[in-house]
C-alpha cells in the first residue's frame, strides 16, 4: 500500500469524499472529475490500484461535510493572500494543510454553506460544491508536496465553524440574456436533430477544463467543435456545452452568475470568429464515425472524410499536449468593430455616460464616452496601476460641430463633482500659462482640465505670440510620460520654488469644432508624440435631433455615492505610514512625500494575451504604414489605460482586467486611431501655407457649383495680405485644386472672377450642358 492510498483510504474514513489526480498534477484521474469522488473503499483501492502514483484530492462541499478557506501565493508574487487577509480577524484554528507555493488551506464545517467564490479576495479563493483540494501526501507540479500544518491535521485538532467574515456577499439573482446566432449555411444538409445528436456523442472525446490547466483553452476548443466542427448554432453549442461538458469542469462555471455567464458564451462567439485554420469547416459533422447517425449523405461529402478525420485527430493531440488554440491575431478587424458596441462601457464609466446622454439637448454618445473617460481616469488617478505600470492618465479631444451638443457632457460632469463633493478634482477653464498648470498639478496632482474650443488654445501655442503659453503642450507631453514616476519642473534660481510631483495624473477633455481643431494641429505632431498621446473622438452626425424632456435631472444617488467613495478613498499603506494618505489626497506640501499606495488591478491571462496581441497586430500596421506608426506604437499602452478605467468602475473592492474589458479597451482604440488617420489625419497641414490654401479651398466649396467670387474670399482671408491670397490661389489654380472662369459682364471695370472646387466645376459644367 503505498502512501498516497493510505491517505485516501484515511480520508475516506473520516467521511470525506476521495478522488485520484493524474500524478503530480491536479487534474482528476476519473472521467467525471470531482461528481466521481467517494468514500467507497473498495472503489478507492481499485483507482490506486490502476496507478498507485495517483495524487489524493478531497471533495470540499456539504456531502464531505468541509468548506475550505484557499490562501495562494502565486509564483510570479504578484498576488499574495496573506497580504489579503490583513483585512480580516484572524482565522480560526482548524485543521490546515500548506500548499507547496507556500500558502494553505484551512478546513471548516457549518451547516450554512458559504457560496463559492474565486478571487474573494487577490490570493483567497472559498471552495465548496463541486469544487476539491489536493490533499497530503500529493505532489505539487512544481515537486513540493503538501503537508498537514504540525499539529493541524485531521485529528489532531477540531475542525472550526466556518468564519462569517469569510463569507461571499449575497448578490441579486441575474437573468441571463437570450443566445440567439445562427450558424454558417451547411451544404450537407444534416437536421438539427442529428446535430445535436453528433453533438452530445462527440463532446464525451473533450477534455474538460481544469483551473490553473489550460481551462480556458479547453472550453474554446471545445466551442470550436460545437460551432465550426458540427455547425451548431450559438444556442444549440451553448445547450451541449453548459449541460454535458461544463458538470466535468473544474471547477465548472457558474453560469448563474453573471461574469461567468459571459465569459463562457464568450469562448463560443470568439470560437465563431476565429475557426481553426488547420481543419476545414464541418470536420466533425463529416466523419464517418457518425455515418450512421446522419442516414444517406451525398458521396462527394464522405469524400476525404477518413484524411478530415486524421488531421482532427492529431490536431487535438496537439491541443492536449499543451498547444494554445487562441489565434495568434485576437485583435477585432477593423471593419468588424462597431462604435454603437462602445458607446456604453460596463460600470462606472457607462452609468456616467448613460445619465448625460439621457439628458442631453442633443445626445452624442461618443463625445460623451470621450468625457466619462477623462474624468473617470482623474477620479482613479494615483489610486490604481497595472502590471506594467499603467496609470489612468487621459488626454481626449470631442471634435464636432457648432451646437451639436459637444458641451454637454463636460457641463454635467462639473454638475456631478458638485453633486459627489469632488469639486478639487476640476482644474480651470482656461490656460494662463504652462507655469499655471505645474502649480495646479502640484497643489492636486490628479486634475481634470475641461477645456472648450481646446482648438483656439492650440492654435495660439503654435502661432508663439503669448511666450506664458509657449511651454503648454511640451509640459503636458511630460505630465503624461510621468505618471508612473515624478514629474520635475523648471529649475529656479530660488530652489525652493522648484516642483516636484510624485506620479501626477493630469487628465484633459477638450473639445471643439473640426475646422479649429485642425487648425491647432500639424503634420510632424503625428511622429513627435503630441497626437499620439490624444484620443480624438470625432462625430459625423453633427446635428442629433433635440430632446428637452430631462435635461435637469440630477446625477444618479448610486453614481454620486460611488464618484464620493472613490474621490475620499484611501489605499491602506502595507506599512501603516500614514504621509502616504495624504499624497493621495494632493495638497501643498504633497510633492515632499514618498510615493501613493496604490491598488494593484490584475489581469487575466486572456487579456494580457489580447493587449499583446493589440501591439503585434499595431506594429504590423505601423511598419506599412509610416505616417500612423507613431500612433499604434502607443495603442497598448492607451488600451491599458482604458482598460484600468474600466475596470476600476466595474469592481470598487477587487478590480480585475478581464478578456471583455481588453477586448472593449482593444477595440476603442483601434477605432480611435482608425477614425483619426481617415478623417482627421487627411486634412492637416505640414505648415501655415497649406493650412491658408485648405481655408480657401473650403471657401470655395461651400459655394458648390455656383463658384466663389474673389471678394468672397477676400472678405474672409482678410487677416492675409493681397500678395500672400493672390499666391496662394494662383498656386492652388496651377495644382488644379481650384478652377477659375471669368465672370457675367458688368457695365463698368471687369468682369468678377468666379472659382470653383475641380469637382463642383464638372458639375457645374453638366449642369451648363443641359441647359
Not at 498516497?4 to 467525471?32: M, N
Not at 454603437?340 to 464616452?369: H, K, Y
Not at 510633492?591 to 501613493?596: G, H, I
Not at 489580447?610 to 506599412?624: M, P, Y
Amino acid at each position: 500500500m503505498t502512501e498516497f492510498l493510505e491517505a485516501a483510504l484515511k480520508y475516506a474514513e473520516l467521511g470525506w469524499r476521495v478522488l485520484p489526480c493524474r500524478p503530480k498534477q491536479k487534474i482528476p484521474a476519473t472521467p467525471h472529475g470531482v461528481k466521481d469522488a467517494t468514500t467507497n473503499l473498495e472503489q478507492i483501492k481499485a483507482w490506486w490500484a490502476q496507478n498507485p502514483q495517483f495524487n489524493v484530492a478531497i471533495a470540499c462541499g456539504k456531502e464531505s461535510g468541509v468548506y475550505v478557506v484557499d490562501v495562494d501565493v502565486t509564483e510570479a508574487g504578484d498576488v499574495n493572500g496573506y497580504d489579503s487577509l490583513e483585512e480580516f480577524d484572524e482565522l480560526p484554528e482548524t485543521v490546515r494543510q500548506d500548499t507547496p507555493r507556500g500558502g494553505f488551506h484551512a478546513f471548516y464545517r457549518t451547516d450554512d454553506p458559504p457560496k463559492n467564490k474565486n478571487s474573494f479576495r487577490p490570493g483567497i479563493d472559498i471552495r465548496g460544491d463541486g469544487y476539491y483540494v489536493v490533499a497530503c501526501p500529493s505532489i505539487h507540479p512544481n515537486g513540493g508536496r503538501y503537508v498537514w500544518a504540525p499539529d493541524q491535521g485531521p485529528g489532531q485538532i477540531e475542525i472550526a465553524e466556518f468564519p462569517d467574515f469569510m463569507r461571499p456577499a449575497e448578490k441579486a439573482p441575474w437573468v441571463a440574456p437570450p443566445i440567439s446566432q445562427s450558424p454558417r449555411l451547411d451544404p450537407t444538409g444534416v437536421r438539427d436533430d442529428v446535430k445535436m445528436q453528433i453533438a452530445e456523442a462527440y463532446i464525451q472525446h473533450c477534455e474538460p477544463a481544469f483551473q490553473g490547466q489550460g481551462g480556458h483553452d479547453k472550453l474554446f476548443w471545445a466551442a470550436q467543435c460545437m460551432v465550426n466542427g458540427i455547425g451548431l448554432s450559438d444556442s444549440q453549442a451553448f445547450d451541449i456545452l453548459s449541460r454535458q461538458y461544463n458538470p466535468f469542469c473544474t471547477p465548472p462555471w457558474n453560469l448563474q452568475e453573471k461574469k461567468d455567464y459571459r465569459d463562457f458564451v464568450r469562448k463560443i462567439t470568439e470560437a465563431r470568429k476565429h475557426p481553426p485554420s488547420d481543419l476545414p469547416y464541418l470536420w466533425i459533422l463529416n466523419d464517418p464515425e457518425y455515418a450512421h447517425l446522419r442516414g444517406e449523405v451525398p458521396q462527394e461529402v464522405r469524400d476525404g472524410a477518413a484524411e478530415m478525420l486524421a488531421a482532427h485527430r492529431e490536431s487535438q493531440q496537439q491541443i492536449l499536449a499543451g498547444r494554445s488554440v487562441f489565434p495568434a491575431r485576437l485583435v477585432t478587424p477593423l471593419e468588424d468593430i462597431n462604435q454603437n458596441d462602445l458607446m456604453r462601457p460596463p460600470g462606472l464609466v457607462g452609468e456616467i455616460c448613460d445619465w448625460i446622454n439621457s439628458t442631453a439637448l442633443c445626445r452624442q454618445p461618443f463625445l460623451t464616452l470621450g468625457c466619462a473617460l477623462a474624468f473617470c481616469g482623474s477620479l482613479f488617478g494615483r489610486k490604481v496601476t497595472e502590471k506594467t505600470g499603467a496609470r489612468t492618465n487621459l488626454y481626449c479631444m470631442g471634435v464636432g460641430d457648432s451646437s451639436s451638443g459637444k458641451n454637454w457632457p463636460p457641463g454635467q460632469i462639473r454638475k456631478l463633482c458638485l453633486q459627489a463633493g469632488a469639486l478639487d478634482l476640476l482644474g480651470g477653464e482656461t490656460v494662463a500659462s504652462d507655469a499655471g498648470i505645474e502649480e495646479r498639478i502640484h497643489r492636486f496632482p490628479a486634475t481634470l482640465f475641461l477645456w472648450d474650443e481646446i482648438g483656439f488654445l492650440l492654435r495660439s501655442l503654435k502661432a508663439n505670440r503669448d511666450t506664458h503659453k509657449t511651454g503648454v503642450v511640451p509640459l503636458l507631453m511630460r505630465l503624461y510620460s510621468s505618471s508612473g514616476s515624478t514629474f520635475t519642473g523648471r529649475e529656479y534660481a530660488d530652489a525652493e520654488k522648484q516642483r516636484r510631483i510624485i506620479q501626477p495624473c493630469c487628465c484633459i477633455y477638450g473639445s471643439s469644432t473640426p475646422d479649429r481643431f485642425l487648425e491647432g494641429i500639424s503634420e510632424s505632431e503625428l511622429s513627435d508624440g503630441w497626437l499620439s498621446r490624444c484620443l480624438v473622438f470625432r462625430v459625423e452626425d453633427n446635428q442629433p435631433p433635440k430632446s428637452r424632456d430631462r435635461c435637469n435631472d440630477p446625477p444618479p444617488k448610486e453614481v454620486c455615492e460611488l464618484v464620493s467613495k472613490w474621490f475620499r478613498r484611501r489605499i491602506k499603506p502595507k506599512n501603516e505610514d500614514l504621509d502616504s494618505y495624504a499624497v493621495v489626497h494632493g495638497g501643498a506640501n504633497s510633492a515632499t512625500l514618498q510615493p501613493p499606495t496604490q491598488l494593484f488591478v490584475p489581469s487575466t491571462d486572456e487579456a494580457e494575451r489580447l493587449l499583446i496581441s493589440l501591439d503585434n497586430t499595431a506594429r504590423e500596421i505601423g511598419a506599412k504604414d509610416k505616417r500612423s506608426k507613431y500612433l499604434w506604437l502607443k495603442a497598448e499602452e492607451n488600451a491599458r489605460k482604458v482598460a484600468l478605467i474600466i475596470a476600476a468602475g466595474l469592481n470598487y473592492e477587487h478590480p480585475e482586467i478581464t478578456w471583455q474589458v481588453a477586448e472593449y479597451a482593444c477595440n476603442l482604440i483601434s477605432l480611435l486611431i482608425w477614425q483619426f488617420m481617415h478623417t482627421i489625419a487627411p486634412e492637416m497641414v505640414v505648415c501655415s501655407v497649406d493650412a491658408e490654401k485648405r481655408k480657401i479651398a473650403r471657401i470655395v466649396e461651400e459655394h458648390g457649383i455656383n463658384g466663389c467670387r474673389q471678394r468672397e474670399i477676400t472678405r474672409r482671408t482678410q487677416h492675409l495680405n493681397q500678395k500672400a491670397r493672390n499666391g496662394y490661389i494662383a498656386d492652388m489654380l496651377d495644382a488644379d485644386i481650384l478652377v477659375s472662369e471669368p465672370g457675367p459682364k458688368r457695365k463698368h471695370g471687369r468682369p468678377p472672377t468666379i472659382y470653383w472646387t475641380a469637382g463642383n466645376y464638372v458639375a457645374y459644367l453638366e449642369g451648363q450642358k443641359n441647359g
